[in-house]
């Protein structure tokens, strides 16, 4: 029996050139794809590092609200001198702050004290604060109510605490609902 030889392989010219295209092709592939990495892996590292100081805690600016929160709250019981009083009442609101992202915005809102719709004009103007650690303040323009708030580091939540004197009252968390 005679053994039997393998052929070698000697690629053409035209082979080889096909090769080394295929070849140069799929360099190109490998670089684009290991940049596309980078550039997510980057974006991703600056958006934390945004997101967190040095010491893993959110921050927070006046900037974080921005936009439109719907607000609701349950009845609360309100003392004189609280918006004028002169005797214990019930108060509700509904409503939605609109945040222009600067320490400035507008409040529409409903307000009952005892049932009686008090026909808040709206809007109202507001300012707030916001501390890197997201809490803050906000009080509508001209003696309005003043409230302590507490704002999700992504700015999609907040919730707030009246703090006049003889009020007391404070609103489930409210959401952003438009951006703007």
């Not at 002169?86 to 945040?99: K, N, V, Y």
Request: net charge neutral; proline share 6%.
């Amino acid at each position: 029996m005679k053994p039997t030889c393998a052929r070698a392989y000697v690629p053409t010219k035209a082979n080889r050139a096909e090769l080394e295209r295929r070849e140069k092709n799929m360099i190109q592939r490998v670089a684009l794809w290991a940049a596309g990495l980078g550039v997510l892996a980057t974006a991703g590292l600056v958006s934390v590092e945004q997101a967190f100081a040095g010491d893993g805690a959110p921050k927070c600016s006046v900037a974080t609200l921005k936009g439109r929160y719907l607000f609701g709250g349950g009845t609360a019981t309100l003392f004189p001198p609280a918006f004028g009083l002169t005797e214990q009442a019930i108060g509700s609101a509904a409503g939605f702050h609109i945040f222009n992202g600067n320490g400035t915005g507008h409040d529409y809102v409903t307000f009952t004290l005892n049932g009686i719709d008090q026909h808040v004009p709206s809007p109202n103007d507001l300012t707030y604060t916001l501390k890197g650690d997201c809490t803050g303040t906000y009080a509508v323009v001209g003696g309005g109510p003043t409230f302590d708030i507490f704002v999700s580091p992504n700015g999609d939540e907040m919730t707030s605490i009246n703090t006049n004197e003889g009020a007391a009252g404070s609103f489930t968390p409210s959401r952003r609902v438009w951006p703007k």
